[in-house]
Structures are given as structure tokens and as C-alpha cells.
């Protein structure tokens, strides 16, 4: 791999209760660079993406084992509300909160105690323009968030996760609730993020992960439903050349 | 034009009736519509004639003087109301302002902070047995709640017949209320919403503070709200807890008589029935204001944090 590992998991397992979730993953994740995770419906993608913000921390009976790190340091040592600053998330369904647009990008900022007005000012601005949404609400940022159509919500949620300076952003599926032209302009704006972070993105869509990242992760289910990484490369080789049958299998569409 | 591959063809019309119980079953439907239009009709007329008879009893001892002046007792129950209503609304402020930062914080604390303690044995048994106390704590008596205020605030804590004492009885009839609907409020926060403020690396606090519950802000008003007409209109609590003066409280240790109570005093120990009926309309038209009121804050309160 040619450049920096911003985030690295060995041999990593992650249990509900009883049940086992994820199986021995071993992935290292290249910094700004964009890797996808591809896989069917429940093997974890998502489960496997949160583990990099501790988001499954909020589910009680979760246990993991083996190690996960960001820039080498341990992430179950560093302290959560630190990590999440530091790795940002855009969730599945676009989720502004029910305040205004500049509240909604200021929110992180404020919370982390920046509570000058015209600081707070570029900061939105500099995170709306660099989530390619700037133009279209430059007029109206004290409009509600909730009256923004589907794309620019999940447009204005890149933004409110850029504005407080992350160094990663996970993305679940960020564009499975949009449609097609909607659809393409995340992925646009993707590709001119992964200058200034490291991505890493679930996505379902097989022709998205193809086209718009540079690694690939394929995740499938074992007997007992666990979810266990089946090939990682450069998306070039997984999609035109795969070590494996299952991955071949799964990108020619021939399950999942 | 199409091609000689392929066409749609029409069938014939065949369709026969297969039912032959469709008159009666159009039947059972109107005559079951008719008994639920029935009830509905039933169930506003004996409100608007109880609502239209205290009213219409009432208004004609309703006049500027009435409103204005104090009561002077007696057994014809001489003068109007004016303390009763400053020492209803003395009852209100202080009542809610115990009881709705405390139900408020205990809504709060159940549905953000107890929830994690799934699976730690001993705090989950304890939160449970919260939960329980406050369903059964709705489900009490005011007059239990009333003789708990006597026993503890006037006789044992030495507070006697006091708007302190009334306000504190009262809280404990209120917390179970304000509980239940503020934790439904925050219930109905959806969990993306949590979630979007956590990931950006907030402290759940902050996350609580800064979104959740501005997001259950219209709810938790109302469930305040509901609580304000309970002070109004509560009359057992106050009963053995706020005295029965009907003089101006000069402190929140003096005791006093709120419109609820008047209106008992007059019903039952004089001989004025008409002004007890004048009471009960004042106090009919307050709630019913206080309600729109409050309705039209909420909605404007939600449009505002959620609307287009």
C-alpha cells in the first residue's frame, strides 16, 4: 500500500451478547483515500464502519476484541467524545436537526466551545462551501434545515460533519435514500473531499464503490451469520480482477 | 402502429356477483355508523349542557365588581373574587415551578441516562421500580396526595396551611403527569437525531441539551400546560393543605383560598349558589384560555424549530 494507514483493525471481533457480529477483520484504511465497503444486506457493514467512532458503544451488550486504531493510537483508549470529533459520520438517511441551516453547521462548533459570531460565520460558510451546498442556501441560512430537499439535507449533514474539523468521515450509505442526480453529486462531492480526509463509505450500490473509490473492502456472512472480510484491494483489481470466487460471484450480481 | 408480434386482446365482460350477502352487510354498516355518530353526539351534548349550564347559572353574577372585589364571607357569601384568582394564579407559578423542573429532570433522566443501565443488575431494578412508582402515582387519589401535603408539610415540617404547603402537595400530584408525558415527548425523538449530535463528538449532555430537548420542547409544554389547568381546577389537595382565608397571601407561608376552593365554600357553607356557579364559569373560561393560549405557543414554538 503506497501511502499512510489512518486507521488500521487486526483480527477484530465484535459480539451482541451472544451472538457474534463480525469475525477476525483485519483492515488497514489508507489516508485520503476513499474506501468502500461492499457486501449483502446484514453482514455488518455498518456495524464494521461504526466500530471507527465507537458509535456501537451505544448499544448495550456490545463486546469487542482485537484492535482498532487511528494514526496507531488504540481507539478504545482515546477518549470518545475526542474520537468522534476526529472521525466524523453522515448517517444512511439525511438527519439535520430541526433548527436552522447555519445552527444546524455551527452546532459542532459550539459544541466545542467556539462561540464567536463571525469565527462561527466562516466556519459555516467554509464548511458549506466545501460540502458544495453554499450556493444554493447562502441567502437563507436561517431557514430551517427540515424545508431543504433530500440531497441537500444529506448535503448540509456533510457540512455540519466537516465544520468541526474531522480527519476522517465514515459514510453509511450515504446515498441510498436520493435519488439518481442527487445521488451523483454526493459522489462528486465525495471525490473532492478525499484531498483534506480519509473516507470510508458502506455502500450497497456495486457501480458506486466501482466508480467512486480507490480501496474496497468485500464483507459476506459465515454459517452463524457473522460477518467476516472475504478480500480487500485497490477497487481496480476487486472489480476487474478478484481473488475470489464469492467476490466475483457478489459483484456480477449473481447474489446479494 | 404495432407489430405483428404481439397484442393485448380484451376479455369478455364475465364478472358475476359472488356475494349474496351484500345488502345485509351494507346494512350492518350504516346501522353501526349510526350508533357510533350516536355516541359521539351524546358524549359532546352532556359536555356542552354541563359546560352551558354552570355558564348560564353563573353569568348573572359575573359583572366588573364581582371580578374586582374580595369576598367578605358570610353566610350569603358576600363580595366577588379577586383574591382567589390572584391566589390561583400565586398557586400556578409556584406549583409549576417545583413541580416541572423536577418532572421535567426526572423524564429527562429515565429515557437519556437510564436507559444504558440495561444489564447492570442492581440500577436497572432500581429504574424499574421508578418507572412503576410513577405509573402508580397517576393513578392515586388527589385527596391521598392532600392528606400526604397535611401530614408532611403543615403538621410535620411545620410549613401550616400555606401556599408553600399547597404548592408542594401539589407537586407531588403533578410529578407523575409531567413525568409521564415529558418522557413521551422525549420518546418521540427520533434516534437519528442523537445520533447526528453524537458523531459529531458531543458529550451526551450536550447532545440532550442541544437537541433532544429542544426537539421535545412542544410536548414537554404541553404536558406543563395540562398540569396548569390541574392546579386551577384541583380542589382536594388544596382543601386540607392551603387553608381556607380569604385574604391576600402576603407570603408563600400565608394560606389562602384559590377559585376551585371558593367555589367549594360557597357551595357547600353558604347559601350563595349562584356565585359558586360564577366561580365555576371564571374558572371554566380560564382553562379554556390557558389551553388556546398554550396550543397556539406550542404550534408556533414547533413551526418555528421544525417548519418549513
Known amino acids: 500500500m503506497e501511502s499512510v494507514v489512518k486507521l488500521e483493525v487486526q483480527d477484530y471481533h465484535l459480539f451482541y451478547g451472544d451472538f457474534r457480529a463480525l469475525r477476525g477483520i483485519s483492515v488497514q484504511i489508507p489516508a485520503h483515500h ?223 | 402502429m404495432q407489430d405483428a408480434g404481439w397484442r393485448i386482446e380484451h376479455r369478455d365482460r364475465t364478472f358475476v356477483l359472488t356475494t349474496s350477502n351484500l345488502a345485509w352487510r351494507h346494512f350492518a354498516q350504516r346501522v353501526a355508523f349510526a350508533l357510533l ?59 409549576i415551578s417545583i413541580a416541572a423542573p423536577l418532572g421535567v429532570g426526572a423524564a429527562i433522566y429515565l429515557v437519556e441516562y437510564a436507559g444504558q443501565m440495561q444489564g447492570q443488575g442492581r440500577l436497572a431494578y432500581l429504574v424499574g421500580v421508578v418507572r412503576f412508582g410513577v405509573e402508580l402515582l397517576a393513578g392515586v387519589p388527589s385527596i391521598i396526595f ?19 404547603s399547597a404548592a408542594l402537595a401539589g407537586a407531588c400530584l403533578l410529578l407523575p403527569v409531567v413525568i409521564r408525558a415529558s418522557e413521551e415527548a422525549l420518546r418521540a425523538v427520533p434516534r437519528s437525531f442523537r445520533e447526528g449530535s453524537l458523531a459529531l463528538g458531543t458529550t451526551q449532555w450536550q447532545t440532550v441539551w442541544g437537541v433532544v430537548v429542544p426537539a421535545a420542547l412542544p410536548g414537554i409544554i404541553t404536558s406543563v400546560v395540562l398540569s396548569v389547568g390541574r392546579v386551577i381546577s384541583e380542589t382536594a389537595v388544596f382543601y386540607v393543605t392551603l387553608g381556607g382565608s380569604y385574604n391576600l397571601p402576603r407570603s408563600i407561608l400565608s394560606g389562602g383560598r384559590s377559585m376551585a376552593l371558593h367555589l367549594y365554600y360557597l357551595a357547600m357553607d353558604t347559601r350563595a349558589f349562584e356565585k359558586a356557579m360564577g366561580t365555576g364559569a371564571i374558572l371554566i373560561v380560564v382553562i379554556v384560555l390557558i389551553n388556546l393560549i398554550i396550543n397556539f405557543l406550542s404550534h408556533r414554538l414547533a413551526a418555528r424549530l421544525g417548519g418549513a
Open chain 1, 34 to 256: 476513499i474506501t468502500a465497503i461492499i457486501g449483502p444486506s446484514g453482514c455488518g457493514k455498518s456495524t464494521f464502519l461504526r466500530t471507527f467512532n465507537r458509535m456501537n458503544d451505544l448499544i448495550p451488550g456490545v463486546r469487542v476484541e482485537g484492535q482498532a486504531t487511528l494514526d496507531g493510537q488504540d481507539i478504545f483508549e482515546v477518549d470518545v467524545v475526542e474520537l468522534r470529533r476526529l472521525v466524523g459520520m453522515v448517517f444512511q438517511r439525511p438527519n439535520p436537526f430541526p433548527k436552522s441551516i447555519f445552527d444546524n453547521v455551527a452546532y459542532g462548533p459550539r459544541a466545542h466551545g467556539v462561540h464567536e459570531r463571525a469565527r462561527l460565520a466562516g466556519i459555516v460558510e467554509r464548511s458549506l462551501r466545501d460540502a458544495a451546498l453554499w450556493d444554493e442556501v447562502k441567502d437563507d441560512l436561517g431557514k430551517s434545515a427540515l424545508a431543504l430537499s433530500g440531497g441537500q439535507q444529506q448535503r448540509l449533514c456533510i457540512a455540519r460533519a466537516l465544520a468541526v474539523e474531522p480527519q476522517v468521515i465514515l459514510m453509511d450509505e450515504p446515498a441510498s435514500a436520493l435519488d439518481p442526480i442527487a445521488t451523483l453529486r454526493i459522489e462528486e462531492l465525495i471525490q473532492t473531499l478525499k484531498q483534506k480526509y480519509t473516507i470510508v463509505i458502506v455502500t450497497h450500490n456495486m457501480q458506486q464503490a466501482a466508480r467512486a473509490s480507490d480501496y474496497t473492502a468485500f464483507l459476506m456472512m459465515d454459517e452463524e451469520r457473522a460477518g467476516y472480510l472475504v478480500e480487500y484491494g485497490p477497487t481496480r483489481d476487486i472489480f476487474t480482477n478478484p481473488r475470489h470466487k464469492q467476490t466475483e460471484d457478489y459483484i456480477t450480481g449473481r447474489f446479494g
Open chain 2, 37 to 95: 355518530w350516536l355516541a359521539g353526539i351524546m358524549a359532546v351534548a352532556v359536555l356542552v349542557v354541563v359546560v352551558a349550564y354552570v355558564v348560564l347559572q353563573g353569568v348573572k353574577v359575573i359583572n366588573p365588581e364581582f371580578l374586582l372585589t374580595p369576598p367578605r364571607g358570610g353566610l350569603s357569601g358576600e363580595g366577588g373574587i379577586s383574591t382567589t384568582v390572584v391566589t390561583t394564579l400565586y398557586l400556578v407559578l409556584l406549583t
Open chain 2, 146 to 164: 392532600g392528606l400526604f401535603g397535611y401530614a408532611l408539610f403543615v403538621t410535620a415540617m411545620h410549613l401550616g396551611f400555606s401556599l408553600l
